[in-house]
T-cell receptor, first 115, second 116 residues
Framework: DTGVSQDPRHKITKRGQNVTFRCDPI?????LYWYRQTLGQGPEFLTY????????KSRLLSDRFSAERPKGSFSTLEIQRTEQGDSAMYLC?????????????FGPGTRLTVL | GENVEQHPSTLSVQEGDSAVIKCTYS??????FPWYKQELGKGPQLIID?????GEKKDQRIAVTLNKTAKHFSLHITETQPEDSAVYFC???????????????FGKGTHLIIQP
C-alpha cells in the first residue's frame, strides 16, 4: 500500500503524559499536513510542512504541541503534558506541490484518548 | 480566516435517488474546493475537487458546482447506492499559482444515509 500511513492507530494515555505520533506520507509528496478531528466535526488544520520547513501553524497549535519533519520525509507530532481536551483523531495528509496539483490525501489517523 | 458552512447535517435518501449537499464559504480569496468522504474509523477520502476557474466538474455519478459570486458550492450524487452511505465533508483553501494548497478549512460534515 503506497498511501499515507500513521502510527500508532490508537493511543490511550493519562493526563499529563507526553505522546508522539508518526506520519509517513506518500513517497514523492513534498507537502505534509497535520489536522485534528473531534467527534462530529470536520478536521481542523494544525500545521504543514514543505519538505522539512514548517510553513504555517494554526492558532490551535498550542505551545504544548510540536511537529517536526527532519529529513523532509516522515513527520512526528508531539503533545506534551496532555489534557483531556486533547482527545481527538489526529490526521496526517500529504500532497505534491506542483502547479495545478493541490490534492491532499489523508492517512487513517491516530485516535488519542486522554484519561 | 475562512469559515465553511455545510448543510444539511443529515440526509436520508432512497437508493437510486439523488443527493445534494451544499456549502458556503466566507473568504472570497479561496480558490480550491475539495469534497471528502469519510467512513467510520477511516481517514477522509478525496472524491472530487474544483478550482475557482471552473463552474462545474463531473466524475461518473458525482458532480460539483461552484458559484463564486454567491460563494457557495454543492456536491451532487446521482443514482445513489448503499456504499455511498458515509459522512461527506466540503472544504475550502487558497491555492497559489505555484501549486500546493494551504491548510483546508472543513465544513462540519453531512451524514448521508442511503435507504434500501
Amino acid at each position: 500500500d503506497t498511501g499515507v500511513s500513521q502510527d500508532p492507530r490508537h493511543k490511550i494515555t493519562k493526563r499529563g503524559q507526553n505522546v508522539t505520533f508518526r506520519c509517513d506520507p506518500i513517497s514523492e509528496h513534498n507537502r505534509l499536513y497535520w489536522y485534528r478531528q473531534t467527534l462530529g466535526q470536520g478536521p481542523e488544520f494544525l500545521t504543514y510542512f514543505q519538505n522539512e520547513a514548517q510553513l504555517e501553524k494554526s492558532r490551535l497549535l498550542s505551545d504544548r504541541f510540536s511537529a517536526e519533519r527532519p529529513k523532509g520525509s516522515f513527520s512526528t507530532l508531539e503533545i506534551q503534558r496532555t489534557e483531556q481536551g486533547d482527545s481527538a483523531m489526529y490526521l496526517c495528509a500529504s500532497s505534491l506541490r506542483l502547479a495545478g496539483y493541490n490534492e491532499q490525501f489523508f492517512g487513517p489517523g491516530t485516535r488519542l484518548t486522554v484519561l | 480566516g475562512e469559515n465553511v458552512e455545510q448543510h444539511p447535517s443529515t440526509l436520508s435518501v432512497q437508493e437510486g435517488d439523488s443527493a445534494v449537499i451544499k456549502c458556503t464559504y466566507s473568504d472570497s480569496a479561496s480558490n480550491y474546493f475539495p469534497w471528502y468522504k469519510q467512513e467510520l474509523g477511516k481517514g477522509p477520502q478525496l472524491i472530487i475537487d474544483i478550482r475557482s476557474n471552473v463552474g462545474e466538474k463531473k466524475d461518473q455519478r458525482i458532480a460539483v458546482t461552484l458559484n463564486k459570486t454567491a460563494k457557495h458550492f454543492s456536491l451532487h450524487i446521482t443514482e445513489t447506492q448503499p456504499e455511498d452511505s458515509a459522512v461527506y465533508f466540503c472544504a475550502a483553501s487558497l491555492s497559489y499559482s505555484g501549486g500546493g494548497a494551504d491548510g483546508l478549512t472543513f465544513g462540519k460534515g453531512t451524514h448521508l444515509i442511503i435507504q434500501p
